[in-house]
């Protein structure tokens, strides 16, 4: 738990983006830190969670003095890279101020080169299991990217289509 400090506020009044990352990254950590991720790993491998994409709702503005939490989870994985769920929550009201999904992989700590996930990280994963809820899901476009990188040799990408729910443009 943590409270919104006059200093990471905008004109408004209200939290900066930039510091609903940085909550969102610290956050990340300890889920890391859940998944045998965390220091250890990063020390005796050389490797540690990298955040390579984020999809971010903001639902409610968070005024200086505000307490907050951070909850989260994993949704899930897709190869070797992990998809985990997170909400900034307003304690004084129990409302939801902000969503985060963040697509990470394990890096190279010098290289940053992506590095494959231990064995056991799918059991370890169980425990955080988590889903998105509807105040979370994106309006338009799936979380995935809009297209996919063309494949080596090919002139272009391939188009994949918007959100079959409808719930943007399509």
Same mark, same amino acid.
């Given at each position: 738990?943590?409270?919104?400090q006059?200093? %990471?506020?905008?004109?408004?009044g209200?939290?900066?983006?930039?510091?609903?990352?940085? +909550?969102?990254? %610290?956050?990340?950590?300890?889920?890391?830190? #859940?998944?045998?991720?965390? !220091? +250890? @790993?990063?020390?005796? @491998?050389?490797?540690?969670?990298?955040?390579?994409?984020? @999809?971010?709702?903001?639902?409610? #503005?968070? !005024?200086?003095?505000? !307490?907050?939490?951070? *909850?989260?989870?994993?949704?899930?994985?897709? %190869?070797?890279?992990?998809?985990?769920?997170?909400?900034?929550r307003?304690?004084?009201? #129990?409302?939801?101020? $902000?969503?985060?999904?963040?697509?990470?992989?394990?890096?190279?700590?010098r290289?940053?080169? !992506?590095?494959?996930?231990?064995?056991?990280?799918?059991?370890?994963?169980?425990?955080?299991?988590?889903?998105?809820?509807?105040?979370?899901?994106?309006?338009?476009?799936?979380?995935?990217p809009? *297209?996919?990188?063309?494949?080596?040799? $090919?002139?272009?990408?391939?188009?994949?289509?918007?959100?079959? %729910?409808?719930?943007?443009?399509?």
């Amino acid at each position: 738990m943590g409270s919104v400090q006059i200093g %990471e506020c905008d004109v408004m009044g209200h939290m900066n983006v930039r510091h609903y990352v940085s +909550r969102s990254l %610290e956050a990340l950590a300890w889920l890391g830190l #859940e998944l045998d991720l965390g !220091p +250890r @790993h990063a020390r005796d @491998h050389g490797a540690g969670l990298v955040p390579v994409d984020q @999809h971010i709702r903001f639902l409610r #503005e968070l !005024p200086a003095g505000t !307490p907050f939490t951070v *909850w989260g989870g994993v949704i899930g994985r897709r %190869e070797q890279t992990l998809r985990f769920y997170q909400e900034i929550r307003n304690a004084s009201a #129990e409302a939801v101020a $902000a969503t985060i999904v963040t697509d990470a992989m394990l890096g190279d700590l010098r290289t940053g080169a !992506p590095r494959p996930l231990p064995s056991g990280i799918d059991q370890a994963m169980t425990r955080l299991a988590v889903a998105v809820p509807d105040h979370a899901a994106p309006r338009g476009l799936r979380f995935d990217p809009p *297209w996919r990188p063309a494949e080596p040799g $090919a002139r272009e990408g391939t188009r994949v289509d918007a959100n079959p %729910e409808g719930r943007g443009p399509g």
